[in-house]
Structure formats: C-alpha cells, structure tokens
C-alpha cells in the first residue's frame, strides 16, 4: 500500500485561499516536496493498473492553469489530476484519478471527448442493439460502484435518428462517464489507492465492449 500524503489537503487549502504567484513562489518548495510524492502515488496506481489492463502511459497535469481564455484568472489550479491511457488503437477509454479538499476527489472513467466518427459508431451501435450496453450499466457490481451513466448530451435526438427510439437515452449522450467520489478522510485511508485500483478494474467489461464497437463495422468486421 502507498497512502496519499497527509500534507496535500492542508496545501491545497492554502493555496485556495493565496492563489497568486507571490504566495506561491515562497512556498514552492513544499508545493515541489508534495508533488513528487503525489507522482509516487500515481506511478503506483499506474503499476496496479497494469496488471489487468494494457495500460502505455499516463500523464499528471500541470498545477498552472492556462488563463489565456479564461475569465476565471487564477493562475493555479487547487487539485491534483492525472490520466491513464490504454493501448490504442485497438483498446479504447480511459481513467483519471483527482484529488482535491473539501470532499471533492474522484475518480472517472470513460469517454470524454469522442471525435464524431467515434461517437457517430458508437450511437449507430445503440440504434441498432443496446441490450449489451446495458447489461454492463446495470450489472450489481459495477452499479455499486459506478452509479448510473454521466456526461453531456443532446436535448434531443441526433440528426438522422429517431427521437422516439427506446434507447434515445444513450443514442443522444455526447459524452459517455462514469464517476466515483470520495471525501477527503476516505483519500487518506492506507487503502484508497488499492480502492482506486479495484474500481478501475471493475469497469473492464464497459471498456471492452466499447473497444470492439470502435474498432469494428456495423457488421461486426474489424477495421483496425
């Protein structure tokens, strides 16, 4: 086990309340101490990862914040976030792990930002058999830790599909997400990596069955 440093709530909550360059610059070096340590966290995760997932690389975002198009101008963010990316082309979806306080860590999973060929596959899929997908929504494990499907959608029905269609729900969803939160005591348990870990493997079936839409026709023949 690898627990979460105790000292990352209490430095993101100064850093909420001094979110500017002059505070930070003091204490950037109990900002660059907890980092590396949050690295080791997320190295850790990415091992655990790879043990029942074919999982090539993962990323820890920048704690600067790009403010170039933003109104909001603080220059950095409060929170942690890191990816972890599965083999592509052939494996699909993703995992992201943020810690922030004031209970509002989490986990997600899922896709994001699907370009519109993908999501176009996928909605075609739903059209024509949804029951799969939602066997794996509906399964006892996966919703007790999963909850119920997240993300932006349509008001309505897509162009060319029918609005009345008994699976809309999905077909119309821009974005297809799962999410888990935790509070800050849980982040701090010896275990929560371990829990992190143990519900990122729960969502393997969903990331399958995705993975063999996008990487097949509507007749079931491979593309890649």
Request: glycine share 4%; charged share 35%; net charge positive.
């Given at each position: 086990?690898l627990?979460?440093?105790t000292?990352?709530?209490?430095?993101?909550?100064k850093?909420e309340?001094?979110?500017?360059?002059?505070?930070?610059?003091?204490n950037?070096?109990?900002?660059?101490?907890i980092?590396?340590?949050i690295?080791?966290?997320y190295?850790?995760?990415f091992?655990k990862l790879?043990?029942?997932?074919?999982v090539d690389?993962?990323?820890i975002?920048?704690?600067?914040?790009d403010?170039?198009?933003?109104k909001?101008?603080l220059?950095?963010k409060t929170h942690?976030?890191g990816?972890?990316?599965?083999?592509k082309p052939?494996?699909?979806?993703g995992y992201y792990l943020h810690i922030?306080?004031n209970n509002?860590?989490f986990?997600?999973v899922?896709?994001?930002?699907p370009?519109?060929d993908?999501?176009?596959?996928?909605?075609?899929?739903?059209e024509m058999?949804?029951?799969?997908?939602r066997e794996?929504?509906?399964?006892?494990s996966?919703?007790?830790?999963w909850?119920d499907?997240?993300?932006?959608?349509?008001m309505?029905?897509?162009?060319?599909?029918d609005k009345n269609?008994?699976?809309i729900d999905?077909i119309?969803k821009?974005?297809?997400?799962?999410t888990?939160?935790?509070?800050?005591?849980d982040?701090l348990q010896?275990?929560?990596?371990?829990i992190v870990?143990?519900?990122?493997?729960e969502?393997?079936?969903?990331?399958?069955y995705m993975s063999?839409?996008?990487?097949?026709?509507l007749n079931?023949?491979?593309?890649?």
């Open positions: 086990m627990p979460i440093d000292r990352v709530f209490p430095f993101l909550k850093l309340t001094n979110n500017n360059r002059d505070w930070f610059t003091d950037k070096a109990e900002f660059k101490t980092e590396s340590t690295k080791k966290s190295k850790f995760l091992e790879k043990a029942h997932d074919d690389q993962f990323k975002f920048r704690i600067y914040r403010v170039r198009f933003s909001n101008k220059p950095y942690f976030g990816s972890f990316q599965r083999r052939e494996l699909r979806g922030a306080p509002e860590s986990i997600a899922g896709f994001w930002d370009n519109k993908d999501l176009l596959r996928i909605r075609k899929e739903f058999d949804a029951s799969e997908m794996i929504m509906n399964a006892k996966f919703k007790s830790i909850g499907l997240e993300g932006d959608e349509l309505s029905a897509p162009r060319n599909f269609h008994p699976d999905l119309r821009k974005q297809y997400i799962f888990r939160k935790f509070g800050d005591t982040v010896p275990d929560f990596l371990e870990n143990t519900s990122f493997k969502v393997k079936p969903f990331f399958n063999d839409v996008l990487t097949t026709n079931g023949e491979r593309i890649i």
